[in-house]
Nanobody
Framework: QVQLVESGGGSVQAGGSLRLSCTAF?????????MAWFRQAPGEDREWVAN????????HYSDSVRGRFTISGSNANNTVFLQMNSLRPEETSTYYC??????????????????WGRGTRVTVSS
């Protein structure tokens, strides 16, 4: 059974940094498609933040985080990280890791991801 386990959330002041980690367990084949981070605040839609394409290492970022966040990872151990710098209060949210383990498609669309973690909470205070 596939399981994605996130860690690294917490509370930080505006301008601070956090590093999220996610490891996917249970895959029987090497991942070549996308792993990504999404976030969702209460009452809001789930928002794509960044993704990495394991097949070629290419990364993509939403406009709101580009230049401040860095996604990295490897399909050697199906782990992805999100380094978040210069955090803003409006980025307070639950952050979810996702993998296209049994799916493919646009890496920025939540519905193309077959597997999800339970989320890790990030709180940024002003």
């Amino acid at each position: 059974q596939v399981q994605l386990v996130e860690s690294g959330g917490g509370s930080v002041q505006a301008g601070g940094s956090l590093r999220l980690s996610c490891t996917a367990f249970g895959y029987t084949t090497t991942l070549h498609n996308c792993m990504a981070w999404f976030r969702q605040a209460p009452g809001e839609d789930r928002e794509w933040v960044a993704n990495i394409v394991f097949g070629n290492g290419v990364t993509h970022y939403s406009d709101s985080v580009r230049g401040r966040f860095t996604i990295s990872g490897s399909n050697a151990n199906n782990t992805v990280f999100l380094q978040m710098n210069s955090l803003r209060p409006e980025e307070t949210s639950t952050y979810y890791c996702a993998a296209q383990g049994a799916s493919y498609g646009s890496c920025t669309s939540a519905h193309t991801y077959s597997d999800w973690g339970r989320g890790t909470r990030v709180t940024v205070s002003s």
